[in-house]
Protein backbone atom coordinates (compact mmCIF):
# COMPACT_ATOMS: atom_id res chain seq x y z
CA UNK A 1 0.00 0.00 0.00
CA UNK A 2 0.79 3.79 -0.05
CA UNK A 3 3.56 4.93 2.24
CA UNK A 4 4.29 8.25 3.86
CA UNK A 5 7.72 8.20 5.60
CA UNK A 6 7.87 10.85 8.16
CA UNK A 7 11.20 12.34 10.01
CA UNK A 8 12.21 12.57 12.53
CA UNK A 9 10.14 10.63 14.53
CA UNK A 10 11.07 12.74 17.58
CA UNK A 11 13.29 15.73 18.41
CA UNK A 12 14.67 18.10 21.22
CA UNK A 13 15.67 21.32 20.17
CA UNK A 14 16.48 24.61 21.89
CA UNK A 15 14.27 27.35 22.42
CA UNK A 16 14.61 29.64 19.36
CA UNK A 17 16.23 27.48 16.97
CA UNK A 18 14.47 25.60 13.97
CA UNK A 19 13.46 22.32 12.97
CA UNK A 20 12.75 20.85 10.01
CA UNK A 21 10.76 17.85 9.57
CA UNK A 22 10.27 16.12 6.33
CA UNK A 23 7.29 13.73 4.97
CA UNK A 24 8.01 11.48 1.69
CA UNK A 25 5.35 9.79 -0.35
CA UNK A 26 7.06 6.24 -1.27
CA UNK A 27 5.57 4.57 -4.44
CA UNK A 28 3.29 7.17 -5.50
CA UNK A 29 3.42 11.00 -5.81
CA UNK A 30 1.67 13.07 -3.51
CA UNK A 31 0.70 16.69 -5.06
CA UNK A 32 -1.02 17.74 -1.46
CA UNK A 33 0.37 17.47 1.97
CA UNK A 34 -1.81 17.92 5.47
CA UNK A 35 -0.16 19.28 8.22
CA UNK A 36 -1.47 18.36 11.29
CA UNK A 37 -0.93 18.86 14.89
CA UNK A 38 -2.12 17.10 17.76
CA UNK A 39 -1.96 17.61 22.00
CA UNK A 40 -2.14 15.29 24.25
CA UNK A 41 -5.42 13.09 23.85
CA UNK A 42 -6.64 15.21 21.48
CA UNK A 43 -7.40 15.01 18.16
CA UNK A 44 -5.66 16.37 15.21
CA UNK A 45 -6.10 20.08 14.48
CA UNK A 46 -5.24 20.72 10.59
CA UNK A 47 -2.65 23.12 10.29
CA UNK A 48 -1.39 23.79 6.34
CA UNK A 49 -2.34 22.32 3.27
CA UNK A 50 0.77 22.22 0.90
CA UNK A 51 0.06 21.83 -2.75
CA UNK A 52 3.77 21.10 -4.90
CA UNK A 53 5.39 23.76 -7.23
CA UNK A 54 2.75 26.42 -5.11
CA UNK A 55 2.30 28.24 -1.81
CA UNK A 56 0.70 26.65 0.99
CA UNK A 57 -2.89 26.98 2.30
CA UNK A 58 -2.58 27.60 6.20
CA UNK A 59 -5.47 27.81 8.30
CA UNK A 60 -7.25 29.95 10.39
CA UNK A 61 -5.15 30.92 13.23
CA UNK A 62 -1.37 29.29 12.51
CA UNK A 63 1.42 31.67 11.68
CA UNK A 64 2.46 31.45 8.43
CA UNK A 65 6.37 33.00 9.18
CA UNK A 66 6.63 30.29 12.55
CA UNK A 67 5.38 27.41 10.18
CA UNK A 68 7.14 27.30 6.54
CA UNK A 69 6.02 24.20 4.46
CA UNK A 70 7.90 23.53 1.22
CA UNK A 71 6.46 21.30 -1.39
CA UNK A 72 9.42 21.20 -3.80
CA UNK A 73 8.59 18.22 -5.19
CA UNK A 74 5.64 15.56 -5.90
CA UNK A 75 7.01 13.68 -3.40
CA UNK A 76 8.64 15.37 -0.62
CA UNK A 77 7.11 18.32 1.61
CA UNK A 78 9.09 19.82 4.76
CA UNK A 79 7.58 21.34 7.67
CA UNK A 80 9.93 23.72 9.52
CA UNK A 81 9.03 25.28 12.75
CA UNK A 82 11.17 28.63 12.82
CA UNK A 83 12.14 29.86 16.01
CA UNK A 84 10.70 27.27 18.05
CA UNK A 85 9.56 27.85 21.87
CA UNK A 86 8.48 25.81 24.17
CA UNK A 87 4.76 26.02 23.30
CA UNK A 88 5.20 24.80 19.44
CA UNK A 89 6.16 21.30 21.29
CA UNK A 90 3.88 19.01 19.90
CA UNK A 91 3.11 15.79 17.91
CA UNK A 92 3.05 16.96 14.28
CA UNK A 93 1.65 14.45 11.19
CA UNK A 94 1.62 14.53 7.67
CA UNK A 95 -0.90 12.79 5.26
CA UNK A 96 -1.29 12.70 1.59
CA UNK A 97 -4.25 11.43 -0.33
CA UNK A 98 -3.32 7.94 -1.99
CA UNK A 99 -2.57 6.92 -5.15
CA UNK A 100 -6.06 7.23 -6.99
CA UNK A 101 -9.09 8.38 -5.71
CA UNK A 102 -10.91 6.17 -3.81
CA UNK A 103 -7.94 4.71 -1.93
CA UNK A 104 -8.42 7.37 1.07
CA UNK A 105 -5.65 8.91 3.20
CA UNK A 106 -2.46 7.61 4.09
CA UNK A 107 -0.32 9.02 7.31
CA UNK A 108 3.05 9.45 8.49
CA UNK A 109 4.53 7.84 11.60
CA UNK A 110 4.29 11.45 13.27
CA UNK A 111 7.23 13.61 14.74
CA UNK A 112 7.04 14.43 18.52
CA UNK A 113 9.05 17.95 19.34
CA UNK A 114 9.90 18.70 22.43
CA UNK A 115 11.72 22.78 22.73
CA UNK A 116 13.62 22.84 25.86
CA UNK B 1 -20.17 22.90 8.67
CA UNK B 2 -19.83 18.81 9.39
CA UNK B 3 -19.31 17.57 12.63
CA UNK B 4 -18.47 14.12 13.60
CA UNK B 5 -18.78 12.57 17.01
CA UNK B 6 -18.29 9.06 18.00
CA UNK B 7 -19.45 6.96 20.79
CA UNK B 8 -18.17 6.09 23.20
CA UNK B 9 -15.27 8.08 23.98
CA UNK B 10 -13.85 5.33 26.07
CA UNK B 11 -13.99 1.67 26.36
CA UNK B 12 -12.61 -1.14 28.08
CA UNK B 13 -13.36 -4.70 27.48
CA UNK B 14 -12.16 -8.03 28.17
CA UNK B 15 -10.41 -10.04 25.68
CA UNK B 16 -12.25 -11.76 23.28
CA UNK B 17 -15.67 -9.28 23.34
CA UNK B 18 -16.95 -8.31 20.34
CA UNK B 19 -17.79 -4.43 20.37
CA UNK B 20 -18.84 -1.72 18.04
CA UNK B 21 -17.71 1.56 17.69
CA UNK B 22 -19.58 4.28 16.71
CA UNK B 23 -19.59 7.82 14.63
CA UNK B 24 -22.16 9.89 13.80
CA UNK B 25 -21.82 13.12 11.09
CA UNK B 26 -24.49 15.70 10.67
CA UNK B 27 -23.64 16.68 6.86
CA UNK B 28 -25.21 13.08 5.43
CA UNK B 29 -24.00 14.38 1.98
CA UNK B 30 -20.63 12.83 2.91
CA UNK B 31 -18.73 11.08 -0.17
CA UNK B 32 -16.53 8.40 1.84
CA UNK B 33 -15.45 7.68 5.33
CA UNK B 34 -12.31 6.30 6.64
CA UNK B 35 -11.82 4.42 9.88
CA UNK B 36 -8.14 5.11 11.64
CA UNK B 37 -6.74 3.46 14.50
CA UNK B 38 -4.05 5.40 16.05
CA UNK B 39 -1.25 3.46 18.78
CA UNK B 40 -0.05 6.10 21.48
CA UNK B 41 2.99 8.42 19.74
CA UNK B 42 2.18 6.78 16.96
CA UNK B 43 0.99 8.05 13.46
CA UNK B 44 -2.84 7.05 11.99
CA UNK B 45 -2.91 3.81 10.32
CA UNK B 46 -5.97 3.06 7.98
CA UNK B 47 -8.21 0.40 8.82
CA UNK B 48 -11.59 0.26 5.89
CA UNK B 49 -12.81 3.26 3.43
CA UNK B 50 -16.64 2.87 2.27
CA UNK B 51 -17.40 4.67 -0.54
CA UNK B 52 -20.84 6.45 -0.09
CA UNK B 53 -22.26 4.13 -2.71
CA UNK B 54 -21.03 1.37 -0.48
CA UNK B 55 -22.90 0.24 2.73
CA UNK B 56 -19.90 -2.06 4.29
CA UNK B 57 -16.33 -2.72 4.22
CA UNK B 58 -14.71 -6.22 6.41
CA UNK B 59 -11.15 -7.00 6.69
CA UNK B 60 -10.46 -9.81 9.00
CA UNK B 61 -12.05 -9.15 12.00
CA UNK B 62 -13.30 -5.46 11.42
CA UNK B 63 -16.16 -4.80 9.81
CA UNK B 64 -17.23 -1.26 8.84
CA UNK B 65 -20.68 -0.20 8.03
CA UNK B 66 -22.16 2.97 6.51
CA UNK B 67 -25.36 4.15 6.63
CA UNK B 68 -26.15 7.44 4.46
CA UNK B 69 -29.12 8.48 5.63
CA UNK B 70 -29.22 8.25 9.56
CA UNK B 71 -25.68 10.42 8.92
CA UNK B 72 -23.86 6.96 11.24
CA UNK B 73 -21.25 4.34 10.48
CA UNK B 74 -20.18 1.67 13.23
CA UNK B 75 -17.04 -0.32 13.09
CA UNK B 76 -17.45 -3.70 14.47
CA UNK B 77 -15.11 -5.63 16.16
CA UNK B 78 -14.99 -9.40 16.50
CA UNK B 79 -13.53 -11.69 19.00
CA UNK B 80 -11.22 -8.46 20.57
CA UNK B 81 -7.44 -8.46 21.56
CA UNK B 82 -5.15 -6.81 23.54
CA UNK B 83 -3.28 -5.32 20.17
CA UNK B 84 -6.56 -3.84 19.63
CA UNK B 85 -6.03 -1.07 22.42
CA UNK B 86 -5.71 1.67 20.64
CA UNK B 87 -7.72 5.16 19.55
CA UNK B 88 -10.20 5.01 16.63
CA UNK B 89 -10.88 7.79 14.84
CA UNK B 90 -13.37 7.86 11.75
CA UNK B 91 -12.97 10.73 9.26
CA UNK B 92 -14.85 12.69 5.88
CA UNK B 93 -13.96 14.49 3.47
CA UNK B 94 -15.27 18.11 2.94
CA UNK B 95 -15.97 17.07 -0.81
CA UNK B 96 -15.50 15.08 -3.65
CA UNK B 97 -11.88 14.77 -5.02
CA UNK B 98 -8.63 13.29 -3.73
CA UNK B 99 -6.80 16.49 -1.54
CA UNK B 100 -10.09 16.91 0.05
CA UNK B 101 -9.43 17.75 4.07
CA UNK B 102 -10.79 15.46 6.35
CA UNK B 103 -13.45 16.24 9.36
CA UNK B 104 -12.27 13.92 12.36
CA UNK B 105 -14.27 12.27 14.75
CA UNK B 106 -14.05 12.65 18.30
CA UNK B 107 -12.27 9.42 18.72
CA UNK B 108 -12.80 6.29 21.02
CA UNK B 109 -10.31 4.87 22.71
CA UNK B 110 -10.08 1.29 23.30
CA UNK B 111 -8.35 -1.10 25.81
CA UNK B 112 -8.66 -4.20 25.64
CA UNK B 113 -7.95 -6.33 28.82
CA UNK B 114 -6.49 -9.96 28.96
Known amino acids: GAVVSQHPSWVICKSGTSVKIECRSL??????MFWYRQFPKQSLMLMAT?????????EQGVEKDKFLINHASLTLSTLTVTSAHPEDSSFYIC????????????FGSGTRLTVV | KQEVTQIPAALSVPEGENLVLNCSFT??????LQWFRQDPGKGLTSLLL?????REQTSGRLNASLDKSSGRSTLYIAASQPGDSATYLC?????????????FGTGTRLQVTL
Open chain 1, 95 to 106: SAPGPFRGYGYT
Open chain 1, 27 to 32: DFQATT
Open chain 1, 50 to 58: SNEGSKATY
Open chain 2, 27 to 32: DSAIYN
Open chain 2, 50 to 54: IQSSQ
Open chain 2, 91 to 103: AVPSRAGTASKLT
